[in-house]
């Protein structure tokens, strides 16, 4: 994993196929002990803007257990809150930190960051994109099959940030992708045609509004929540156009019997997914949450070069 030595991951698209495979595999080794790296004395900052449960508390333990250490730098407790630039917050970090993850709003300010340290940049979700999350879909999603090859995944709901680094993801990985969005909220057309490009013909990039079409003979159904950060204003006007759109134990008798459910949380129970198909036997989301520990372990110590 030496290419990623010292890298951002701003964006899925930041990886190539082989990368993505190769973080992957580590991952499983990093799972099941078979390789245990060690990224002693780093210090890795988390600079977040927006709530976090998963994403913090993975980076932090993956952080420990490579025998790193964790700064916890939200907006709040940081002069960022009181609008210290971008810039000139990049700048100083860089000299404290040895890698960096971001949780915010613009992509551009994670560019900007990135622009301005010269420390590795993690994205930690922006309104565009969640790598990180994808790593862990992904590597849950070859858990359950043994592989990816030949397999679907289909997303419904929102086509923002998640729908982004899945289809960017499944892409690189080869796997199937089928986007099922209601109208005025599909993916934005400059990652849909990434997407396409990354898939080098290897799989489908498949964007609809009809989500039974896309669902069907599927291998995973995938779901976020309707109205994201930032965006709690829209939440109840946003239910009817997106109700077509839940996952249920309707939609999942259309897919393939041996379909796992996939939700990257927090869940609006009743909204996007059904109580009964989260604790269903069909679920891996539990399994999805953990691998979020492996991956993100996987990706920190290929960036600092521990494994
Ligand atoms: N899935 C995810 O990123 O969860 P958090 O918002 O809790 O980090
Ligand atoms: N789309 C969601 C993902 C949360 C992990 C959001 O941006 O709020």
Same mark, same amino acid.
Request: with cysteine.
């Given at each position: 994993m030496d290419s990623l030595k010292g890298r951002n991951l701003l964006s899925m698209a930041d990886l190539t196929s082989t990368e993505l495979h190769g973080l992957l595999a580590l991952a499983a080794q990093l799972k099941d002990g078979t390789k245990r790296p060690k990224c002693l004395n780093k210090v890795l900052g988390l600079v977040f803007s927006k709530a976090s449960t998963r994403t913090r508390v993975s980076f932090s333990v993956a952080m420990y257990q490579l025998g790193g250490q964790v700064? =916890?730098?939200?907006?709040g407790v940081t002069q960022i809150g009181r609008g210290e630039p971008t810039? =000139?917050?990049?700048r100083v970090l860089d000299r404290y930190l040895d890698i960096v993850a971001i949780r915010t709003f613009a992509q551009s300010e994670i560019e900007e960051f990135a622009e301005y340290?010269?420390?590795?940049? &993690?994205?930690?979700?922006?309104?565009?994109?969640?790598?990180?999350? &994808?790593?862990?879909?992904?590597?849950?999603?070859?858990?359950?099959?043994?592989?990816?090859? #030949?397999?679907?995944?289909?997303?419904?709901?929102? @086509?923002?940030?998640?729908?982004?680094?899945?289809?960017l993801g499944c892409a690189l990985a080869g796997v199937h992708i089928r986007v099922a969005t209601p109208d005025g909220y599909a993916p934005n057309p400059t990652v849909v045609k990434q997407a396409i490009e990354l898939s080098q013909g290897r799989s489908e990039v498949i964007i609809t509004t009809d989500p039974k079409a896309a669902v069907e003979a599927s291998h995973a159904l995938y779901t976020d929540v309707?109205?994201?950060? @930032?965006?709690?204003?829209?939440?109840?006007?946003?239910?009817?156009?997106?109700?077509?759109?839940?996952?249920?134990?309707?939609?999942? =008798?259309?897919? #393939?019997?041996?379909?796992?459910?996939?939700?990257?949380?927090?869940?609006?129970?009743?909204?996007? &997914?059904?109580?009964d198909v989260m604790e269903s036997s069909q679920s891996r989301i539990w399994d999805q949450a953990e691998n979020r520990l492996h991956a993100q372990k996987a990706l920190l110590a290929a960036i600092l070069s521990a494994a």
């Amino acid at each position: 994993m030496d290419s990623l030595k010292g890298r951002n991951l701003l964006s899925m698209a930041d990886l190539t196929s082989t990368e993505l495979h190769g973080l992957l595999a580590l991952a499983a080794q990093l799972k099941d002990g078979t390789k245990r790296p060690k990224c002693l004395n780093k210090v890795l900052g988390l600079v977040f803007s927006k709530a976090s449960t998963r994403t913090r508390v993975s980076f932090s333990v993956a952080m420990y257990q490579l025998g790193g250490q964790v700064l =916890d730098l939200n907006a709040g407790v940081t002069q960022i809150g009181r609008g210290e630039p971008t810039a =000139d917050t990049a700048r100083v970090l860089d000299r404290y930190l040895d890698i960096v993850a971001i949780r915010t709003f613009a992509q551009s300010e994670i560019e900007e960051f990135a622009e301005y340290a010269s420390i590795p940049v &993690i994205n930690a979700l922006t309104d565009l994109e969640h790598p990180c999350q &994808i790593l862990a879909d992904l590597l849950t999603l070859k858990e359950a099959f043994g592989t990816l090859e #030949n397999l679907t995944m289909s997303y419904l709901g929102d @086509g923002n940030n998640v729908a982004h680094s899945l289809m960017l993801g499944c892409a690189l990985a080869g796997v199937h992708i089928r986007v099922a969005t209601p109208d005025g909220y599909a993916p934005n057309p400059t990652v849909v045609k990434q997407a396409i490009e990354l898939s080098q013909g290897r799989s489908e990039v498949i964007i609809t509004t009809d989500p039974k079409a896309a669902v069907e003979a599927s291998h995973a159904l995938y779901t976020d929540v309707w109205a994201s950060m @930032g965006e709690e204003a829209e939440a109840e006007s946003r239910i009817p156009k997106f109700q077509p759109y839940q996952i249920n134990q309707a939609m999942l =008798d259309l897919a #393939n019997e041996q379909a796992i459910v996939l939700h990257c949380l927090p869940a609006h129970r009743g909204e996007e &997914i059904t109580h009964d198909v989260m604790e269903s036997s069909q679920s891996r989301i539990w399994d999805q949450a953990e691998n979020r520990l492996h991956a993100q372990k996987a990706l920190l110590a290929a960036i600092l070069s521990a494994a």
